[in-house]
Each structure stands twice: as C-alpha cells, then as structure tokens.
C-alpha cells in the first residue's frame, strides 16, 4: 500500500502535466552523463521541437537525418530548436554515443533511460515528435514518420513562429 501511494505521488504530477498540454518536468541524462530536469529546456520563447527516437528503429533515424538536411534554415527562419530524446534502454543505451557522434546533427541529445519522459508525454512508438510553444506547451504531436512528414512539421513550426 505504501509502495502504490509512493508511486502515485510521482506518476500524478507528470498525468496531471500531460494532461494539462505543458511539457512536463522530469529527469532526463545528457550525452555526458549529467542529470538534466526537463523544465530547464527552454528556445527563449521560440518554438521547440521534442523528437523521441531509438537507434534500433530505422524510421527515426530517416526522420531525423532528414531534418538535419534543413535544421539550419529552419532556425534561421523560426529560431525552432530541436530536442532529440533516445528511449533506448540500458541495454542498447551504449550505441547512442557512437551512433550520434557519426551524424551531421547539430540537435540536443539526450537519453530517458527509465522512460520517465515517455511515459509523461505517452509516447507508445516512435518516432513521435511534439511541437512545444514558447510557453512549454505542448501544441502539435506527430506519430511515426514518412518521408515528407518533415514538411508538415516546419509548416506548423512557422505558424507557431508567426511566419
């Protein structure tokens, strides 16, 4: 008993923050091992781009490779910043790094090992990307991705941005 009220004591907070369409603050790991609270992620008002990805699922990488190919005029049209968030577990956490490093991504990278922040924002599959607002709200997600998916994305990425 004491162990499920624990347990609800953490898990309302972040349902209550899903819920609400605010990105939720949780514990997330940087690429260099620190502890980083999701609530210190922010663009200066401008739009945020949250990607979830994994590096065993093919149609994320495409995603975020794609993107990558025009990241740069996005931000210099919208100032949009990109937040990729690998949901690989402790057992293919280790390939994050390596397979990272040997991209062209100019993205913050960071692991959500425990699922904390998927499990907060209710990402069943990936690739599921959600379009933050200035304020931290959550304002447009998108599950799985087919190419062209990337043009939807900027298009709504220029009406938050007032573009």
Known sequence: MKRSLTLLAFALPLLLAAQSGKLPAVTVQAMDGKKVSTSSWNNGGKPMIINFWATWCA?????????????????????????????????????????????????????????????????????????????????????????????????QVKKLAGK
Not at 70 to 85: E, F, N, S
Not at 144 to 150: A, I, K, R, S
């Open 59 to 155: 149609p994320c990488k495409r995603e975020l490779n794609t993107i990558s190919e025009k990241y740069a005029d996005w931000q210099k049209q919208t100032g949009v910043k990109l937040i990729a968030v690998s949901i690989d577990d402790a057992r293919s956490m280790n390939r994050v790094a390596p397979y990272v490093n040997g991209q062209d991504w100019d993205y913050e990278v960071y692991l959500d090992p425990n699922g904390d922040l998927k499990r907060a924002l209710n990402v069943n599959n990936v690739p599921h990307t959600f379009l933050v607002d200035g304020k931290g709200n959550v304002v447009w997600q998108h599950n799985n991705y087919e190419p062209g998916d990337e043009n939807e994305l900027y298009e």
